[in-house]
């Protein structure tokens, strides 16, 4: 079974490029993550190539996975950084971005994270609000920074093709500036001499199916931006897809391209990858506690529940489980369920499986991206480990220790105030 260049099932073993996932597990104990540096890579470098034809620059969208050695690889081969906090604009910057390659995205940032992304030098504001220009330009002004790039990010009002809880395009969202709001930023742009208000940026959604909705939308930001040609930059977000099971196929990515282009000729384009880039380079190994039958159903318990990995609690996504061993019992339908108190706390549900006996360990496939980026501490459960396999393919490294009790217990306090 082969699920990428790096990931694949070798004489029964999964294997992460050279080396057997189940050694890895066996030293770090489960739940843990592992990712593949070189997959990453890879995938960094695909893209890079099939958005050459436009001239793509690319912003690796930290919020799918800002692991310090996965930041680390990507600025090391030139990834300039989509961060959307303060925090993972520090996280970037320790992992040696440059303030300039870094764009600051966010539908709500607050009047501290603005300055301190100033302060800082950031390369691009991607604005969702007209009073976030103010705070802006009056940030920029106090500091002393004479001109700060800033893009317009546009709610197209399209229906993206995606799950409707990733979706972020349509009219009703939360997301973005409305066209008359944006003629309105752009006719009043004097207001704000620290700005240069010279780009759109436009984000439908994640994960998306076709390429229908991104191009309905960049035939309105054209017509929208033609007017101004102090806009020079379309900065195209993120979104595009990646197959969670074997049996999905994704559209070409060099088709979108050439149908892209067109609408972004003469303009700069930016773009904002996450899922892409990381999902298929992650797996979440985990082991059977228990292995329990009622109600007809047999209930695989395993030690990674939604806390690890909540995607399938949240949008009933389908990630492929698979032993690490092949053991050689059969098939069964089953459930795989973590410990949490929740019912939704479900990570396969009527899945086809390999016979799993208690102590077996399982990969959770395709868990690169808003996997531990997601991961939560309820049930005040730890938070898990994380390695990386470098991109030598045998050797690898713990990025991120396993929490401790400690961990859990650190920001107690017990100060009595007075208002
Ligand atoms: N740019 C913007 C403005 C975004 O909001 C996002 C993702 C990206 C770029 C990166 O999108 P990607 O290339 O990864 O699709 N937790 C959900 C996905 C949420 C996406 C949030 N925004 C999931 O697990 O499917």
Redesign the pocket.
């Given at each position: 079974m082969i699920f990428n260049n790096s990931i694949r099932v070798v004489d029964a073993a999964l294997m992460i490029d050279d080396l057997p996932v189940y050694a890895i597990a066996r030293e770090l104990e489960t739940p843990v993550y592992v990712y593949s540096l070189k997959r990453i890579q890879e995938n960094y470098r695909r893209l890079k190539a099939a958005f050459a034809p436009v001239g793509a620059r690319l912003h690796y969208?930290a919020?799918?996975n800002s692991n310090a050695a996965i930041l680390r690889t990507l600025i090391d081969k030139g990834a300039g950084i989509?961060a959307?906090s303060g925090g993972e604009i520090a996280r970037t910057l320790r992992a040696g971005a440059a303030a300039q390659d870094i764009v600051f995205?966010g539908v709500g940032k607050t009047v501290a994270e603005i300055g301190y992304a100033i302060e800082r030098g950031i390369g691009w504001f991607?604005v969702e609000n007209e009073l976030e220009l103010q705070y802006i330009n009056e940030a920029a002004s106090s500091i002393g920074t004479e001109k700060v790039q800033v893009a317009l990010r546009f709610n197209p009002e399209v229906r993206a093709d995606t799950?409707p809880q990733?979706s972020?395009g349509h009219g009703g969202a939360k997301f973005g500036l409305t066209a008359a709001a944006i003629g309105k930023a752009l006719a009043g742009a004097e207001r704000y001499p620290n700005l240069s208000i010279c780009g759109v940026?436009l984000?439908i959604g994640?994960?998306l199916g076709d390429s229908a909705a991104t191009l309905q939308a960049l035939a309105k930001t054209r017509q929208l931006i033609k007017p101004y040609p102090n806009i020079h930059t379309i900065n195209l977000?993120?979104?595009?897809p990646v197959a969670y099971r074997q049996d999905q196929s994704i559209p070409s990515l060099e088709e979108l391209v050439s149908e892209i282009a067109p609408h972004v000729h003469g303009y700069q384009v930016l773009l904002?990858?996450?899922?892409?880039i990381v999902a298929d380079a992650g797996i979440l190994v985990a082991t059977v506690l228990y292995v329990k039958e009622q109600a007809g159903k047999i209930f695989y318990i395993i030690d990674a529940s939604m806390t690890e990995l909540i995607?399938p609690a949240?949008?009933g996504?389908q990630h492929e489980i698979v032993p690490l061993t092949q053991p050689d019992d059969g098939w069964v339908v089953a459930q795989v369920v973590g410990p949490v108190c929740e019912s939704t706390d479900v990570l396969a549900s009527d899945r086809e499986i390999a016979r799993l006996q208690v102590g077996d360990r399982v990969a959770i496939m395709t868990a690169g991206?808003?996997g531990m980026a997601?991961a939560s501490n309820y049930n005040s459960r730890l938070r898990p480990a994380e390695a990386v396999v470098a991109v030598d393919g045998d050797s690898w490294s713990v990025s991120r220790r396993r929490e401790t009790i400690g961990d859990l217990l650190y920001a107690n306090v017990s100060e009595s105030r007075k208002v």
């Open positions: 969208s919020k799918a989509d959307v995205a991607n799950h990733i972020t940026h984000h994640s994960q977000g993120g979104g595009l904002e990858p996450g899922r892409a995607r949240l949008y996504a991206a808003y997601m």
